[in-house]
């Protein structure tokens, strides 16, 4: 997993960039001084930094940490304030799905009704289908399979996987997993699950002062950004456990991650998701 230990902000002319390492603040000011000097050459040519860097492909993912609960896994905070269960074990699948279309003018006037949310639509039965085929296609395999706000997501449990795996890359493929977060799973070497929703789901704005903040009133800023965010979140759930494919018992170096996840999202709870 790349979570560096420490960030440092840097201007160079009309650039500005952040840094990191593992081993010093200094060493990470140094990164940062020479990453905002290729900025400022880039814009002096014309050119736009945003052009020139691909989702997460350039540097680590700039996330404080929150707690370790083992060597394998960690609980960070995302970029909109979020937590996030990393793991370099646990082999977590995306899969987003369109959302239900709901009856046109006519057919509510004929009586149609928007489908209910624990209907599962098209696009989540063929999902499951192909999360069953897979299953079959590999014995032994089994699946934690949960909805979410906007989709699916699965967790192998019957043994650990490396973001690197052959059979990994095959299952995103076939499961269609959502690219930008393979994409992720890739640059930071770990697979990755939200805990707690998405902000605007739960009726708070997602701008809020970024870790590592640059002054003491951007900290206290935050920590009144969280203290709203926290209490909205208790109406809702990250996610739901719909299905169990294969066998329900867990590779005993998941248990402890499963629970985590279980407990922080809100799986089992009823309430509703986002």
């Known amino acids: 997993m790349k979570f560096p230990k420490f960030w440092s902000l840097a201007k160079s002319g009309s650039g500005t960039a952040w840094g990191w390492s593992d ?3 200094e060493e990470a000011q140094q990164n940062a001084q020479q990453r905002a000097a290729k900025v400022a050459d880039l814009l002096r ?7 020139n860097q691909g989702y997460y492909i350039d540097r680590p993912i700039r996330e404080q940490v929150l707690r370790e609960l083992d060597a394998s896994t960690i609980l960070s905070r995302n970029a909109y304030g979020a937590e996030v269960l990393n793991t370099t074990t ?11 279309k709901n009856p046109g003018l006519i057919a509510r006037l004929l009586g149609a009704k928007p489908a ?5 639509s ?12 897979w299953a079959k296609a590999h014995p032994g395999w ?3 399979i949960y909805r979410t706000a906007a989709g699916l997501r699965l967790l192998a449990t019957h043994a650990v996987f490396n973001f690197d795996d052959a059979l990994v890359a095959k299952a995103f493929e076939a499961l269609g997993s959502d690219p930008l977060y393979r994409q992720l799973c890739y640059a930071q070497q770990c697979f990755r699950a939200r805990l707690t929703p998405k902000p605007w789901r739960v009726g708070i704005k997602a701008k809020t002062p970024r870790w590592p903040w640059i002054t003491t009133r951007e900290e206290q800023a935050f920590g009144q950004w969280d203290r709203s965010y926290r209490q909205a979140c208790q109406a809702y759930a990250t996610c ?3 299905l169990t494919i294969g066998s329900s018992e867990i590779h ?21 998701l986002a």
């Not at 040519?45 to 052009?51: D, K, L, V, W």
């Not at 209910?116 to 599962?120: D, L, N, T």
């Not at 499963?258 to 709870?269: F, I, K, L, W």
């Open 240 to 242: 739901e456990l719909i």
């Open 122 to 133: 098209p696009a989540e039965i063929a999902a499951l289908h192909a999360a069953e085929n």
């Open 142 to 144: 089994s699946w934690r």
């Open 116 to 120: 209910a949310k624990s209907e599962p």
């Open 45 to 51: 040519a014309g050119g736009s930094p945003a052009a």
């Open 23 to 25: 081993t010093s603040a």
């Open 90 to 100: 646990g082999f977590f699948i995306d899969v987003d799905l369109p959302a239900p």
């Open 252 to 272: 005993p170096s998941l248990r402890t991650l499963v629970a985590v996840h279980d407990e922080v999202s809100g799986c089992g709870s009823g309430r509703p």
